[in-house]
């Protein structure tokens, strides 16, 4: 009976680990996040596992050949405890998959539509109305905000609004 386990992984080789131990034929669940960083004095998107140096693996323990696992490119081997790989439940398993599936559904799909009334819940201009105009790249947008008695256009990052 196929269960979940999880693989320590040498440091920033999960990627690595993963593509070879899908090409001996296993399944395997990687959950990653999207993350803002900033590098060389600018903000970047970046993807990063959500548990770094770690890989969930599903095998039959009985026709695995834990060795060849074991010493695969990328892995340091399994987490064990009392000498024993640890298994994962399905269900935990099956919730992070859930849950990066909805975040990835999120990320295509905008929550704001021309024209809506949105708060600006960071940075100076937090706790501002503003009119939300259109996209403008990956995470940022075009916003109206009244100031001074007209309305001017800012340029906006879209996680630092919020519906109003």
Not at 4 to 30: D, F
Not at 84 to 97: D, G, H, N
Request: glycine residues 8%.
């Amino acid at each position: 009976m196929p269960a979940w386990y999880l693989l320590h992984c040498k440091p920033r080789q999960e990627a690595r680990a993963r593509v070879n131990i899908e090409n001996q034929g296993y399944t395997t669940c990687m959950p990653q996040v999207k993350l803002q960083k900033h590098r060389r004095g600018q903000r970047t998107t970046v993807i990063e596992p959500l548990f770094p140096n770690y890989l969930f693996i599903q095998l039959n323990p009985e026709q695995a050949n834990f060795n060849a696992l074991r010493s695969t490119r990328g892995v340091n081997g399994f987490v064990r405890f009392g000498g024993v790989p640890t298994k994962v439940p399905s269900r935990v398993i099956e919730e992070i998959q859930a849950l990066e599936e909805h975040n990835a559904q999120q990320a295509v799909e905008s929550s704001f539509k021309q024209g809506m009334a949105v708060e600006v819940t960071e940075g100076p201009f937090a706790g501002l109305q503003a009119v939300y105009q259109l996209p403008k790249g990956e995470d940022r947008c075009l916003v109206l905000l009244d100031m001074l008695g007209k309305q001017q256009r800012i340029e906006i990052e879209e996680g630092a609004l919020r519906a109003s």
